[in-house]
């Protein structure tokens, strides 16, 4: 595969009973594959499996298949060669084991099997394995509108043609199936979400109620503050606490030489004062020294932790290098050792390693290098979460600082002060003094406390206006991709109704509408599909009309390089509801030679009860042709 749109082949499919025995073990290729057989012979099982085994989720099983109990998918995922397995249980939301090579060498390993669940926890950090195949498959991680996280077996809807589902629907029918859902699983399958556009929106919304909460704050705090006359900005109370500081430095000295000016007797009572001082005072400086330590500790930490989660977003971007010199510039085989310098013998049999005579697979290269990138991501976004934490903590620790500091100088001057007017007994005038120090101090005590709150203000003014220049920001980028999007959607959905009315036009004379048809309309949003604003058509066109439309989406993916679609399509009502054998075959017939035109690009599955001469006992058929007495399943 030279490009890289995302894809997802089923190399081979196996079932495996409760005893251990093989019930099924078949290989599929690419392009057009044919299950054949009577009704009846298992082969709507085999449907349902390959679309549980590449995680779909199903329950319904028949009495046959619940003798069995795991069912195991070796795919082709982006050049990766991985096997999927799934236990086989009537309850849904069943998890995934995954093994990273092929089925033959997961066979003989059972350590490096990785099991996930079918939904993700987030306070865990633990990853579905919806993330592992979306990962693999280079797709984005997906919510829609209503905050839930699009699944593999949402995308398996569209992929999927069941017999269960109405014909009036596009969509796999589920319970509780929300219109956003679908309109999301779409916008994804046909290259039209941008996981960017989604973040950007969610930006954009954080960013305006952060803006209003911010101003909402910024507005109180500096009416508060204007209200009571005091200044709001940080320059002004930084002058202020400077002119109170001198004030009190001119009382302390005031008081000094009056009490020198008297020789008084000392008592007790200096020697309690300055004791109590200093109770207060040693904690205080103990609790701005481990402050400090924490300080220098997060500083440190969150040096280390950015380090880190550099050095990993580093490793993944080579990792991705790597694998893209290797498509580019293909193998360079060794031709002398790395140790010795001597050169190495060139009777080494194809495929395999020069230095150590192990054979090489490009697919389990890749397999593994998708495996270290995940498990890196996962590592980073644990170490982000961390290193936000840490940023926190070291915040919180600035703000206090500063208090701290001032009220422990406070405290020393106090104290000197203590010490070196040691007195029991003051005149008026020391009073008076000493009452207007006890005032000074107070409202120097004010204006410290006061500073954390004007520069919150002046932070919520920087934030303000920073959030202001991001809000504009986002609000254009989220419009230019908007409008690309629309055009993006727009050239979709021609494509698939040019197909769609190919498709029609080519059925046999059967429904008069499908050959005068002009104009196709599809409504993901409402799961709805009409020709002309119809779709009153016999049941059996209706069948035609669905699997024309699904199709359709099909071959557009693989015209239009935009598309996520996987370029896989699995069906399994080609003959539901009345369909004539002259009228299917004649749909297979068409469908083959429409996927000869894209070469070995994708990947077709049906059934048939009815298959065409022209198809039967050709390279595009896949196992035998089962009947009653030789079922698809070996239980």
Known sequence: MTNDRPYIFLNRLVVITHSGTIAFDEKFHKGVNIIRGQNSSGKSTIANFIFYALGGDYSNWTTEALKCRDVIAEVEINGAVITLKRHIAQGGLQ?????????????????????????????????????????????????????????IHQILRLLYIDQDTPTQNLFRFERFDLPLTRQAISEVLLGIYDDNLYNQRLAFRN???????????FEGINRLYGQSGTATNLDSVRKEIGLTQKELATIDKAILELREKNIVRTTSRTALNSEKIQEELIPTKNHIRDTKAKINQYELEISDSQQFVTTLEKRVEELNYSLLTRRVLGELPLTHCPQCLNRLENNVEEGHCFLCKQPLTEEAEKANAKRLKQEMELQIKESRSLLEEKNRDLINYYGILPILIEKARALQKQLDSSIEASQSTRDERIDDLLISKGGVEKKLEFLTQQIKAVEMLELLRRELAELAALTEKLRIEIQQKEEQQKQKFHTAMQKIYEYTLFILKNDLDRQDEFRSGRIVELNFHKDSYSLDGSNNFSASSKTYFKNAVLFSIFFASLELKFFRYPRFILCDNMEDKGMEKIRTQNF????????????????????????????????????????????????
């Open 207 to 217: 960013a305006v109620k952060e803006n209003d909460e911010k101003r909402k704050q």
């Open 95 to 151: 998890p995934m084991s995954i093994f990273w090579n092929t089925y033959d060498e997961s066979k003989n390993d059972s350590i490096n099997w990785q099991t996930f669940p079918y939904k993700q926890n987030t306070i865990a950090n633990t990853a579905s394995f919806t993330n592992v195949i979306f990962n693999a498959l280079s797709f984005p991680e997906v919510k829609s509108e209503v905050d839930s996280n699009i699944t």
């Open 588 to 635: 297979q017939n068409l469908v083959t030679r429409m996927s000869k035109k894209f070469g070995d690009e994708h990947q077709i599955i049906f059934t048939t009860s009815m298959i065409a001469d022209e198809l039967n006992d050709t390279p595009f058929c896949v196992g035998r042709n089962y009947d009653r007495s030789n079922k698809t399943l070996h239980v």
